[in-house]
Structures are given as structure tokens and as C-alpha cells.
């Protein structure tokens, strides 16, 4: 079995998987209690493991002492020039956070089209990927073109909260024009995001001149996504929410590292 983590700048995910790649039952713990979660455990059950961190170096530290106590081989992934398919576009390839080029892998590995690859959590991550073309293999390889940062929902909102006295309220709901605060923080948030991810789509259009599919993960991505449908663009048909992108990318890593 291998065990596949990812830890995040709030919660780690973990899970196990087998021979082929399909992945157990994913758990969960915010960082601050990786020690009492059921990660341990896990780790006895695995025979090695694959990280990709982008939270402080304690918490690896922290888990890197769990794997050692259970008598585990393990690494932690960076990005590559090259891997699994994928080309990686940015100027320095190996400063690309390990999550982002993960999921960029497991998303080609799933769709080998024009992608916009979201990752919604503390953080909410854009990415473009589209078709090598430089080579006579026409879609076997994806290209990373670059992608955007920008702060999660929880943290939109609780920079206001935080930095506008009046504003430290409770999230409201979604509407098109909202008549209260609440609403209105919760849909500039909802929007800010949303916009976001259309935009670069409409960018990705015009580079390549397909409009490409939206591939979502992480624990706001239902939130966004349903944004993003309630004012879905004209060609713009397809967002698709996948569950444990970054875990699934660390499966494919692995198996091209053996």
C-alpha cells in the first residue's frame, strides 16, 4: 500500500492506495493535530509513501517524524521540469508548490484537453493547461502555461471582518443583489473568485481557441462552482468538482518514480 499526502496551508489530507492507484476512504486533520489524527495508524499500514507539503516546515518535520517511527520509506514531491506527461511552464519549475503540480498531473491524466485546474482552500489556485503541440505526438503531453494565487473564501472574508469594524458578521448567502451585509460579503467573496476562474478561461480561449473545461478541487469547490454555473459564460459547459486531485497526482508521480 502507499500512503499519499498532501499537506496544505490549514489540513492534511491523507490516504491509502493500492496496486492499481484507487485510493481509500480520504481523512483529514487540521495540521495542529496531526499527532492525534489517525495518520500514525495509517502510516503502519503502508510500505512507503509519497508528501507534497506547502505549509510550514514544522509540519512536515511533524510528519516526516511519523513515517520514520513506522519504519517507512517516503519523499517529498517538487516540481519538475517534466513529469507524468506534463510539462511545466514556469520560469523556475521546481518553485511550482508541489499540490498545484500534483493535481496539474492528475487532471491531464483524467481529461488531456484544454484545462483550468482549481484548487479552492485556504488558498484558491488557477492554472492553465493545454496540448503540447511542439510535437508530432498531438495530445500526450499537456503544457503548463502559468496560473494565478489569490486568497481563499475564509480568508476574503476574514480580512474584512478583521480590517473593517463594521463588517465582522457572519457569511451570508449568495444573490445576484444582495440587501444586507451578510450577502453582500458572502457574494463579493463568491464573485471575486468565480470572476476569477472565468477570466482565465476566457484568456485560455483565445491563447488556444478552445473554451476549456473546469476541473475543481478542494473544500470551497462546491461554493465556487455553483457560482460559476449560476453565471455560466457562453461556451463555458462544463465544471467539473473531482475529489482529491492532489492525492490522485501523487499516486501518478509515484508510479513513474519506481
Not at 476512504?25 to 495540521?31: I, M, R
Not at 476569477?196 to 465556487?224: F, R, T
Not at 457560482?227 to 468538482?241: C, E, R
Request: charged share 15%; glycine share 8%; hydrophobic share 45%.
Amino acid at each position: 500500500m502507499l500512503l499519499v499526502i498532501d499537506i496544505g496551508n490549514t489540513r492534511t489530507k491523507w490516504a491509502l492506495a493500492d496496486a492499481e492507484g484507487k485510493l481509500s476512504e480520504v481523512e483529514s486533520c487540521f495540521n495542529a493535530d496531526i499527532a492525534a489524527s489517525s495518520l500514525p495508524q495509517d502510516a503502519m499500514r503502508a510500505q512507503k509513501a509519497i508528501i507534497a507539503n506547502v505549509a510550514a516546515e514544522a509540519v512536515a518535520h511533524q510528519v516526516a517524524q511519523i513515517l520514520e517511527a513506522a519504519g517507512k520509506e517516503f519523499h517529498f514531491v517538487t516540481a519538475k521540469v517534466q513529469a507524468c506527461g506534463v510539462i511545466n511552464g514556469y520560469q523556475k519549475p521546481h518553485t511550482l508548490g508541489a499540490d498545484r503540480w500534483a493535481a496539474l498531473i492528475a487532471a491531464w491524466h483524467l481529461y488531456r484537453q484544454a484545462l483550468v485546474v482549481v484548487n479552492a482552500g485556504t488558498a484558491i489556485t488557477i492554472d492553465a493547461l493545454i496540448e503540447d503541440v511542439t510535437n508530432d505526438n498531438i495530445g500526450e503531453n499537456g503544457l503548463y502555461l502559468g496560473g494565478t494565487i489569490m486568497p481563499g473564501l475564509r480568508l476574503m472574508h476574514e480580512s474584512l471582518s478583521h480590517h473593517a469594524a463594521q463588517l465582522n458578521m457572519p457569511s451570508g448567502a449568495m444573490s445576484t443583489f444582495p440587501t444586507n451585509t451578510q450577502d453582500a460579503m458572502q457574494t463579493g467573496c463568491l464573485n471575486a473568485a468565480s470572476g476569477a476562474i472565468v477570466l482565465i478561461c476566457q484568456q485560455l480561449e483565445k491563447h488556444c481557441g478552445v473554451m476549456p473545461k473546469v476541473v475543481m478541487s478542494g473544500g470551497d469547490a462546491g461554493k465556487i462552482a455553483e457560482a460559476i454555473n449560476a453565471n455560466l459564460i457562453p461556451g463555458l459547459k462544463q465544471v467539473i468538482i473531482v475529489k482529491s486531485l492532489v492525492l490522485q497526482g501523487l499516486v501518478l508521480l509515484e508510479k513513474e518514480c519506481r
